[in-house]
């Protein structure tokens, strides 16, 4: 009997041990098959010279890259990509963060035009690329008329990609807001009422007790923001194409009309893996940030 229970005690502690991985399990393997595979293939790729087939034929080393950096349509999507996170990301992060002040104290109307603020996430990027191009139309749409203007909101290089910037900033206003909203009906309430007491303007208290103790919010909607707009593609693809004459081209879409619409997977890989590195090195700026000017509790 005593060897018996030894035994099912050993079960049970390997069983304890081996528990968590079970359950982290399914996660892992959806990431390995869909997320680090592709990735590792896509590296793997970029070395080698591909056929239109997708077929692996010799290996060609940074001749893919040199290749890509030479195209004056992917330095240009580069910039392009560079302006419209610029401009993107951080007035998208402003506007829920005045929104969220302005909505931190709670009343009997207080869910309904949270809800308004927040519906701008329910929306598909298709849905809204659509309503925002009618909007932008020369003739017909809604803010030429209101500017009494005649704005080729997507046909001029110069605003087309000002144009995509609003529609991103619109679309990320919910999101940010919400996020936002919780954590500054969770700064403490003691704590803005000392600074109440010793004479801090709602300004002060905003700048100087609010926005360190959000910090932590605010710095992983910047990460979030940058990751995702640095890999933009589908306002592009959608409305203007990377058009007009390549004023809104970013990286991925140029990878994607190279792989999808010419078959050229050699540019293409090669254009995946510079974005990563773009995009990478964004992020490993946004954490400099974080050693500075994110504050934990």
């Keep these: 009997m005593k060897q018996v229970s030894r035994g099912a005690r050993r079960k049970r502690s390997f069983f304890k041990r081996i528990e968590p991985f079970l359950y982290l399990s399914p996660a892992a393997i959806f990431f390995a098959v869909f997320i680090f595979y592709p990735f590792i293939k896509t590296i793997f790729n970029s070395f080698f010279l591909v056929n239109s087939k997708g077929e692996v034929r010799y290996f060609v080393g940074l001749e893919n890259y040199l290749h890509v950096l030479s195209d004056p349509s992917f330095i240009q999507s580069i910039k392009n990509t560079l302006v419209y996170v610029a401009m993107a990301s951080p007035l998208a992060i402003v506007i829920a963060l005045v929104l969220a002040m ?45 500017l009494q203007k005649q704005i080729r909101w997507l046909g001029d290089p110069k605003i087309a990609m000002v144009a995509l910037s609003i529609i991103s900033v619109w679309m990320n206003i919910g999101y940010n807001f919400l996020f936002l909203l919780a954590a500054v009906r969770g700064v403490p309430k003691d704590v803005l009422e000392s600074a109440e007491v010793d004479g801090a303007g709602i300004l002060r208290r905003s700048v100087s007790v609010v926005l360190p103790l959000i910090s932590p919010t605010v710095f992983f909607l910047i990460c979030n923001s940058l990751a995702k707009n640095m890999m933009m ?63 934990y509790q």
Excluded: W
């Excluded at 598909?124 to 909007?135: E, G, K, P």
């Excluded at 306002?235 to 004023?247: A, D």
């Design 233 to 295: 593609s589908g306002l592009v693809l959608i409305l203007t194409e990377g058009g007009p004459r390549g004023s809104t081209q970013t990286m991925i879409s140029y990878m994607f009309q190279q792989t999808i619409n010419n078959q050229n997977y050699n540019d293409g890989y090669a254009a995946a893996i510079i974005a990563f590195i773009f995009t990478f090195i964004a992020l490993c700026l946004s954490f400099a940030f974080e050693k500075k000017g994110v504050h």
């Design 102 to 146: 302005l909505c931190c104290n709670k009343t009997k109307t207080s869910s309904a035009y949270e809800t308004m603020f927040a519906v701008t996430m329910a929306m598909s990027l298709s849905v809204t690329a659509m309503i925002f191009n009618l909007m932008y139309n020369p003739t017909i749409g809604v803010l030429n008329h209101l």
